[in-house]
């Protein structure tokens, strides 16, 4: 059996079964947030792998297919693209307990990232608390959250190498994966041990304030982003549940939230120290400022 400290409260076990094991030699040093949720539980095993009776809805080519299965609840197939031995992951109990089924047993220990994240996002939407957001994220010497959501390549680890370089006041959340909830008070903004290239996973979390879509350029800019453009170019960067069309309308009240709730900018800066401080100053000053 192995644990995961909690990630934005909620703590991951998984349950191994007869030879499979899980490889940690990747995995980034995670001291995990409070307990605040009820944990989920991964279930590992050797067995049946073929998706009978279940309704295909999304394939992201080559790597997996997600389904509906008899029960209304989503399924995802992991295909062998790299040699590994084809997965099964689907829901025992939605919210709560998850199922892995090898097609045969694994010759070497297996990295959990791709089903961990995935039963993680089912868990989230299950439960309807919060979404996984493509991003780099951070938390600006006044406290306030800051996520930086963008597709691969644009510039994201990038700005938090940079950060980490040229702005020490500045808490580093993640360089790729931010988790982002929603309760009665207040969006949220968590870190994960789901690092980018940068390997940054910080256990800290803060109430979101703004949200910056980076872009790289010469000179220096701050455009200030509408809410309507703003969800046009967020809800690409966020794990909706696709795969269950009946739990998109909570995914879709966090978003509406997201850009209801926060300041929304689009900053344009070289990738440089000297950008990466000029954008941490332009947040924190606003922020400070209590200027939208």
């Known amino acids: 059996m192995t644990r995961v400290a909690p990630i934005a409260g909620v ?21 995990g947030t409070e307990a605040t949720e009820p944990p989920l539980l991964i279930r590992h095993e050797v067995g049946d792998t073929r998706s009978t009776g279940m309704q295909p809805v999304l394939t992201v080519p080559p790597w997996c297919t997600f389904y509906v299965d008899h029960a209304g609840e989503p399924a995802a197939i992991f295909h062998g693209v ?4 084809e997965r099964l992951l689907t829901t025992v109990i939605a919210g709560s307990v998850y199922r892995v089924r090898y097609a045969g047993a694994p010759r070497e220990p297996v990295i959990p990232l791709q089903s961990e994240l995935t039963a993680y996002s089912f868990g989230l939407a299950a439960r309807g608390t919060g979404l996984i957001a493509h991003a780099c994220a951070f938390v600006t010497p006044s406290g306030d959250g800051v996520l930086c959501p963008g597709v691969s ?42 690092p980018g290239a940068a390997g940054i996973a910080g256990a800290a979390s803060a109430s979101l304030t703004t949200v910056v879509f980076i872009r790289h350029g010469a000179a220096f ?38 850009v209801s709730r926060t300041r929304l900018i689009e900053l344009t800066y070289p990738p440089t120290e000297a950008g990466a401080r000029w ?14």
């Open 153 to 194: 390549g644009t510039g994201k680890t990038t700005l938090a190498r940079l950060l980490g370089a040229a702005a020490p006041a500045v808490t580093l959340l993640t360089d790729d994966r931010a988790i982002v909830t929603l309760d009665a008070d207040a969006v949220r903004v968590w870190g994960s041990p789901w």
């Open 221 to 258: 800019q701050r455009r200030l982003v509408s809410a309507r453009e703003a969800f046009r170019r967020i809800v690409n960067t966020l794990s909706m549940p696709l795969w269950q069309p009946a739990r998109c309308g909570q995914a879709l009240e966090i978003v509406d939230a997201i």
């Open 82 to 85: 790299l040699g590994e031995v």
């Open 11 to 31: 703590a991951i076990t998984h349950e191994l079964a007869g030879p499979i094991q899980l490889e940690q030699r990747d995995a980034v040093e995670w001291s």
């Open 279 to 292: 954008v941490a100053s332009e947040v924190d000053n606003r922020v400070a400022a209590g200027v939208q």
